[in-house]
């Protein structure tokens, strides 16, 4: 599964970490998507780089968190809790 160039995805969150890009903070999340199917042996999550601004509230998702990511031209512009 690839990040659609526009629109949504819909998933659960795997894990996350923060990072700090030149003074910009992200959140490195892991999602797995509804409906995903992988390769066995292999994980079906797509690794998406969440600037703080995007993020609900300013609060990074958590692990476990259902959550709905949008995007324009592949750049993440909101996160939404489920």
Same mark, same amino acid.
């Given at each position: ?7 949504? &995805? ?19 999340? &892991? ?40 995007? &324009? ?8 809790? &489920?």
């Amino acid at each position: 599964m690839n990040i659609p160039f526009a629109g949504s &995805l819909k998933g659960t969150v795997r894990s996350v970490s923060m990072v700090s890009i030149h003074g910009d903070i992200y959140a490195d999340v &892991l999602l797995e998507p509804d409906g995903a199917t992988a390769d066995p042996g292999k994980a079906a999550a797509l690794p998406i780089r969440v600037p703080m601004h995007a993020m609900f509230a300013g609060t990074p998702p958590l692990q476990g968190a259902r959550i709905e990511v949008s995007f &324009l031209m592949q750049q993440v512009t909101g996160v939404k809790l &489920l």
